[in-house]
């Protein structure tokens, strides 16, 4: 085969693609019933949402800790959330395939980032920047870039929370 294999570049959409073509072959009466066909299929498109469930992971992380970060400044723990600020964002644009974009869950992330930095900086005694947007301020495209700016993020949150 002289092109990379879309299970290769893209698992997400062969997860897909091969659990339609999976319903497709259980369909024909010709074929065996001993395979369960369904739950076949089933498995593979879990491999596909596992994916893309982590990149979410990874991004409600680099948005928790950009809110820490932005929310306490001053905090001792501030220099190591910057740094895993940088280890999220890098690992999900690694992980990251250019059909997630419409299928990654973008206020279920906001959310859960708000949620996390909300409990981690209870925790330390600090607390979230009062008036946070309800839906994410950073662009999708700022987030899954390899050129990623955290002071940049970090403006970008500030200005809105600025403008409430």
Known sequence: MDRPSLYDDDIVTWAEEQAAALRALAERPDLSNAVDWENVAGEIESVGRAHLRAVEGLLIQTLAHLLKRASAPLAPASLHWRAEIATFQITAWNAYESSMRQRLNWPRIWT?????????????GNQLLPGLPDSCPIV????????????????VIAASVARR
Do not use: M
């Not at 495209?141 to 403006?155: G, I, M, S, T």
């Open 140 to 155: 999708p495209e700022d987030l899954l870039n390899d050129r990623f700016d955290v002071d940049h993020a970090l403006r």
């Open 112 to 124: 859960s980032a708000v949620t996390a930095a909300e409990a981690g900086l209870g925790a330390l």
